[in-house]
């Protein structure tokens, strides 16, 4: 979702602005790089309606994050217009991201009553054959471009994710041009990392060549369209940015690059968290080690005191070529990249062909 970070040269360990929560790892649909690996069942010892709300009001102690509902699929879960009409009350900025698929009149005017202030929607092809091959469903290209128009009909602004693979990167731009036409206020971008069943797609995963020449070309096109652009697990973007800037004599504030010029690349841990389905706490979904457990403690000591949040909260401690790159305060690196390809989170992004230059 696009936000504002405020972020400034060093993080403050209390900026929390944005919360990633896997509502339910339930699903309809078997995505090939889908991180929890979701299926159409029920699962045990999800958080209920009263430790959910229990969750937003510890998330509120700490900060005013914008809350992500997510999953899985979040309308399956029954309550969730409840929680997300509680995170309402309580005067955090509710969103949601649902596949689409399960959209309905009834269900976006709830959505609408709760409070929900945006939602997002993966299109991963220009077209239903691509986009079905990658959501492992048939129709369900048509069914989320229903639900988004049913969702734009009840007043709920929307924007369009899409992860980019091999098979779709020649359809970036027919995605955003789809996007500008449905009526979407942002196109965001991922690049995906291989966790879950990302894992067996990894064939499938651009080289760091033709991720710099996408992340160019989005840029270019940041220049021309209305949407709102956001690259996401692309923390070399900003680099890219500043780059470019910098080469057409562009100074770099929020009014010539919106919310770009205020944000860092990879926020694991500094202004962003994931808490999963069953309370366990990560700094992003895609990094999997667990820093707390909102079952055992309150999300206000994990965010504070984890060990993890608090080693990524200070850049120096980045190794390899990430460590001495003088743009690692802008951009960080992907941390889940670097943990999947070497174990360590520490460790250079593997997917960045950028070489930095070593200054005395």
Known sequence: MNHPHGQGEKPSANTLRLVAWETTQRCNLACK???????????????????????????????????????GEPLLREDIF???????????????????????????????????????????????????????????????????????????????????????????PKILNLAENLGAVAHHIFLLVPTGRGKYIVDSEINAKEYEETLNWFYDQSQKTSLQLKATCAPHYYRILRQRAKKDGKKISFETHGLDAVTRGCLAGTGFCFISHVGRVQTCGFLDVECGDITQQTFKDVWENSQVFNTLRDFNNLESKCGICEFKRVCGGCRARAYEATGNYLSEEPLCSYQPVITK
């Open 33 to 71: 790089h889908c991180r929890a690996v979701a299926e159409d069942h029920s699962y045990d010892n999800e958080l209920d309606t009263r430790a959910s709300f229990r969750l937003l009001e510890q998330i509120k102690e700490v900060g005013d994050p914008i809350i992500i509902l997510t999953g």
């Open 82 to 172: 409840d929680i997300a009409a509680f995170g309402t009350k309580l005067g955090l900025r509710m969103v949601m991201a649902p596949n689409g698929t399960l959209i309905t009149e009834d269900n976006a005017k709830k959505m609408k009553a709760s409070g929900i202030k945006r939602i997002s929607v993966s299109l991963d092809g220009s077209t239903p054959e691509t986009h079905d091959a990658f959501r492992g469903l048939e129709n369900a290209f048509e069914n989320s471009i229903r639900g988004i128009k049913i969702a734009k009909q009840a007043g709920i602004e929307f924007q369009i994710n899409t992860v980019i693979t091999k098979t779709n990167l020649d359809q970036i």
